[in-house]
C-alpha cells in the first residue's frame, strides 16, 4: 500500500511541536514588532528552532548536524512557520541555502557551511535567477573572473587548502532574498575568458563571506514586510568555487525543484490558517440577526476555499515525497505544486478578505499580511503561469512527441 | 471503516481470503466460458462477495479490510465488476439489507443482487424533494399486513431494468419531516409500478420518472421501524461502494485522458492558446487526482477528512471544463453528433468485466476510425460518475450528475448540481458554519419544508 499522504507519529508531533512553539514565541504581536525592525526577525527566535527544537535541518543529513528525515517532515514544519508568519531567514537559510549546500560534491563545504545553518547559528542568501520557475543560466547577472596569483591569499580559500585558483566576482543581483543580513553569500556566476567552451561561459557557484571586501548591499523595501530583499552588488569580490560546470547549474536546478515544493508547503499552511480564520469569523459574525455562514453567498465562499487548500496540501506533499523517493518526475512534482500551491494561495487570501469584508482590509486585522504573503511567494520561484508552461512541456510537447 | 491493526489472526484470515480467492478462480477456469452471473455467482458462493458479511450471505464474517485482498487476486483473474455491473444493488442495496434487512429477505435477496440477476434502483429523490430529502411526500399507508404506496419518484437510475428498489415514503406527515419517513424495498414489477425514461438531452435514457399508484408492500419488506427510515437511508448512502476496494487512479486516466488522446492524435488542430489551456486543465486533473488519492489514503486509515468530500464538486467542475475543450479544440468537427435514436443506457447490454467505461466511451482519440464523429464522441464520452455521497448530504446520490451531456448544454444540467456539491462541502466545514442554527437550511437552498406537505406535481404524474 502506498505510503504517500500518511504521517508518521513523529510527523504528526512535529506538527504540533512547531504549531505551539509559534503560538508562544511568534503569536502576531511579535510578528508586527518585527516585521518593524531593522532585521526582520528575532535571532534568538530562529536559533532556537535550530538548536533546540531541531526543525531546521530535518532534510538535512546527519552528517552536518541534521536529522535526515526528508523533504516531507521539512515540510511540515513549513507549513506550521507559514501559518504563524514566524520572521526568519527561512528561504535563505533553509529552503535555498541548505539545499544548494547539501547538493555539493565538495564535503569539505558541506561539513563547513551546513551546521551553522541548520542550527540557526548562521544564515545564508542565495543570488541566483530561480525566479523563472526553474535555474535559468541564461538570466544569470554575475561574471567570475580567474585570479592568477598563484599563492592562496587566504580568506575565501577552502579549509583543505586544494583551492587552485581564486576567482573575483563582479555584477549585480536584484531579489536577493534575506540577501541584507545573511553571513554568507551563495553566487551564481557566469566563469568567463579563456576557459570557457560552448556559450563562451560556464557556471560556477560560490561563496562570499559577509565582510569580504567589495561587497555591497542594500536592503530593499518590500510589500511582504516580514521577508526581506536585498540587491546585492559584487565590484571585484574574492569569492570561493564551491562548484563548476556542469556540477553548479544541475545543483542549482534541483535546488529550484526542492525550492518550488518546500515553499508550497508554506502557503498551504498559510492558506489554512486564512480558511480557519474565515470560517471562524462566519460562524460568529452576525448580520440580520444570523451568523454570516448562514448566507449560501458566504458559505460557498468558504467551501471553495477549502477545496482550494485541500488541493494545494496534495500536490504539495505529493511534491514532497517524489523528492525525497524518486516517485514522480521531480520538475513535474515540483512544478505541479508551485503552480496550484500559488494560485491557491492567493486566491483563498483574496477570498479571506471578501468574507471578513471591511474588516478584513484594515491594517489591524492579519488577512492583508498573508495577502501580501501570498503574492510575493508566487513571484520567487516561478509564477503559476511559469510552472503551467513547463508542465505543458513536459507532458504535452515531449510526451506528445513519444 | 475501522481498519484492523496488523497481527499474526489477520495474517491468518487474509491467507485464507486469497486462498479462497484463487479456489474461486481455479473453479471457474477460462474466464471467457464463464457467464457475469457463474462467475459472480461463484465468488459470491465462496463468501468474497462482502467479506465482512456473515458466512452464507456472500461473506466470510471477516474485517471489510481484507476485501481489497480478495478483489486484487479475482479482478486480476477475470472477475467482471460486480459494481458496474449493478451499481445501486452492490454499493448500496447490498449494505443496506446487511445492516437491516432480516435473514429471510437477505437470503432471498442477496445472491441475485450480487450476480446482477436481478438489477436495483433507488427511489429517494421526487420532483419536489431533491437536495431536501427529507421533504419528500410519496405516501405509504398502513394497510392490514402491508402497505399502500402513492406518490412519485424521479432521477430513478436503472428503474427500467431493476427488479427491486429501495423505497424512502412518508408514513406518517404529522411528524417533523426527517421523522416521519420508513424504508422498503419495492418489487419493481408490482402492480402500479410504472417506470417512464427519462429522456436526458444527450438522447439517452439512463434516468427515469416512476410512479407509484396504489403500490402494495408486505410489511416484510419494510427495513428498519416505522419512522425510522432516515436513519437506514443515512446507512445506505454511506454504504456506497465502502464494501468494495477502492482502487487508485493513475496519472492520465479519467477525464483528463481524452483530452490528452485528442491532443495527441489532432496536432492538426494545436495552437499556443488550446496548449496551455491543456497544461492547466493537466494540472487540475492531478490536484483533483492527488486529493481523491489522499482521500482514500485517510478511508483507510480513519474517519474521513474534509478532502473526501470535494470529489464530487471537482470532479464535476473539471469533467464539464475538459469537454468544454475538446469541444473548442475540436471546432466544427464538435458540432456533429453520433445519433441521438440511441436512447438505451449501455448497462441495458451485458457489461463485460471491467470495460464499462471504455465501451461508453467512444473514445475520443479515434476520430481516424470514426471520420466526422469525433465531437460526438466527445459529447456522449460519460463523465466518471461521482457517487461518493458529500458529507451529512444526500445530494450526492439524489442527483447523480448527468453523464452523458452534450458540452454546450453541460453547463445548463450540472448548475443545479454544482450548487448541492458546493453545500455538501460547506457541510463538511469542520463544527464551523454548519453549527449555527438556520445554516443547514441555507445550505439546501431554502426555507425548511412543512412536514409532510406534498409538492404539487407529487403523485400526479403527467
Known sequence: MSSEFTWSAEQVELRRTVRAFAA?????????????????????????????????????DEEYDGVGDGLVSQAVVIAELGRALVCGP????????????????????????????????????LAAPLHRGGFDPTAVTVTATVRHSASS?????????TATAEHTLRGS?????????????????????????????????????????????????????????????FND?????????????????????????????????????????????????????????????????????????????????????????????????????????????????AMAVQVHGGIGFTWKHPAHLYLKRAYTDAALFGSADAHQERLAQLVLDEAGTS | MPWPAAGTSQDDDRGRVERTARAVLDGIGDPATATTAEFLGACYDAGLAWVHFPVGFGGLGLPAGLQAAADAILAAGGRPDPFLNNPIGVGMAGPTLHGHAGEELRAKLLRPLYTGEQMWAQLFSEPGAGSDLAGL??????????????????????????????????????????????YFIVDMHAPGVEVRPLRQATGQAEFNEVCLTGVRIPDAQRLGDVGQGWNVAMTTLMNERSAIGDSALG??????????????????????????????????????????????????????GPEASI?????????????????????????????????????????????????????????????????????????????????????????????HPAPAVHDQISARSRQSARAGVAASLPERCRERAGSDRCAHGGRPRRTGTRSGRSGEPS
Open chain 1, 24 to 60: 508562544q514565541l511568534s503569536p502576531q504581536e511579535e510578528v508586527r514588532r518585527l516585521m518593524a525592525s531593522p532585521l526582520g526577525h528575532d535571532p534568538a527566535v530562529w536559533s532556537r528552532l535550530g538548536e533546540e527544537l531541531g526543525v531546521l535541518g530535518l532534510a538535512t
Open chain 1, 90 to 125: 527561512l528561504l535563505g537559510s533553509i529552503i535555498l541555502g541548505a539545499t544548494v549546500l547539501g547538493g555539493l560534491n565538495d564535503k569539505a563545504a558541506r561539513a563547513e557551511l551546513l551546521p551553522g545553518l541548520v542550527a540557526g547559528r548562521t544564515s545564508a542568501a
Open chain 1, 153 to 161: 591569499p587566504g580568506g575565501t580559500s577552502s579549509p583543505g587548502g
Open chain 1, 173 to 233: 543581483v536584484t531579489h536577493v532574498l534575506d540577501g541584507a543580513a545573511a553571513d554568507l553569500l551563495l553566487v551564481a556566476a557566469a566563469i568567463g575568458g579563456g576557459d570557457g567552451d560552448g556559450d563562451g561561459y560556464t557556471i560556477g557557484l560560490f561563496a562570499v563571506n559577509a565582510d569580504a571586501a567589495g561587497l555591497v548591499r542594500q536592503s530593499t523595501p518590500t510589500m511582504d514586510l516580514t521577508r526581506r530583499q536585498a540587491t546585492v552588488s
Open chain 1, 237 to 349: 569580490v574574492p569569492a570561493r568555487l564551491l562548484a563548476a560546470a556542469p556540477q553548479a547549474a544541475a545543483v542549482l536546478a534541483t535546488t529550484a525543484e526542492t525550492a518550488a515544493v518546500l515553499l508550497a508547503a508554506e502557503q498551504v499552511g498559510a492558506a489554512q490558517y486564512l480558511l480557519d480564520l474565515s470560517v471562524e469569523y462566519a460562524r460568529t459574525r452576525l448580520q440580520f440577526g444570523r451568523p454570516i455562514g448562514s448566507f449560501q453567498a458566504v458559505k460557498h465562499l468558504c467551501a471553495d476555499m477549502l477545496v482550494l487548500v485541500e488541493q494545494a496540501r496534495s500536490v504539495a506533499y505529493h511534491g514532497a515525497r517524489a523528492l525525497d523517493e524518486g516517485t514522480d518526475d521531480p520538475r513535474i512534482a515540483a512544478s505541479l505544486a508551485q503552480s496550484v500551491c500559488s494560485k491557491a494561495f492567493t486566491q483563498v487570501a
Open chain 2, 137 to 182: 411526500s410519496t405516501r405509504a399507508v398502513r394497510d392490514g399486513d402491508g402497505w399502500v404506496v402513492d406518490g412519485q419518484k424521479v432521477w430513478t437510475s436503472l428503474a427500467h431494468l431493476a427488479s427491486w428498489a429501495l423505497l424512502l415514503a412518508r408514513t406518517d406527515p404529522d411528524l417533523p419531516k426527517h421523522r416521519g419517513l420508513t
Open chain 2, 251 to 304: 496519472r492520465d486516466s479519467g477525464t483528463i485522458a481524452d483530452a490528452l488522446g485528442l491532443w495527441r492524435d489532432r496536432p492538426d488542430l494545436h495552437s499556443p492558446a488550446l496548449r496551455l489551456r491543456l497544461a492547466d486543465l493537466w494540472t487540475q486533473a492531478e490536484a483533483y487526482r492527488l486529493t481523491g488519492e489522499r482521500a482514500r489514503v485517510a478511508r483507510t486509515a480513519g474517519p474521513p
Open chain 2, 311 to 403: 470529489g464530487k464538486l471537482v470532479g464535476a467542475e473539471l469533467n464539464q471544463k475538459i469537454y468544454d475543450f475538446c469541444m473548442d479544440m475540436l471546432g466544427p468537427e464538435g458540432t456533429l453528433y453520433d445519433s441521438y435514436d440511441d436512447p438505451a443506457d449501455a448497462l441495458a447490454a451485458p457489461v463485460p468485466a471491467g470495460a464499462g467505461e471504455h465501451d461508453r466511451g467512444r473514445n475520443v482519440a479515434d476520430p481516424a476510425q470514426r471520420p466526422g464523429r469525433a465531437g460526438a464522441s466527445v459529447a456522449r464520452r460519460r463523465p466518471r460518475r461521482h457517487r461518493k455521497t458529500l458529507a451529512g448530504h444526500p445530494a450526492g446520490l439524489t442527483h447523480p450528475a448527468p453523464t
